[in-house]
């Protein structure tokens, strides 16, 4: 997770890719991620995906809190 290789294109709509996620987690956040076991997003999709998991997060403080 984290840094990656410049050029290397997200997995999503295949703009630059700025983050590694394990598609495992693409995929939960509801985003396609193809059938590599990492994906790849751009910056857009990643904004994407933390929206997505952020949601998860207040759902789980709502429940636990
Ligand atoms: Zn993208």
Redesign the pocket.
Same mark, same amino acid.
């Given at each position: 997770m984290g840094r990656i290789e410049k050029g290397i294109k !997200?997995?999503?709509?295949? *703009?630059e890719?700025i983050r590694s996620i394990s598609a495992e987690k693409v995929k939960a956040a509801g985003l396609s991620a193809g059938n590599e076991k990492r994906a790849y997003? !751009? *910056?857009?999709?990643y904004k994407e995906y933390k929206k997505k998991t952020k949601k998860d997060k207040t759902l789980d403080k709502w429940r636990y809190g």
């Open positions: !997200c997995s999503v709509c295949g *703009k890719a997003l !751009c *910056k857009e999709h």
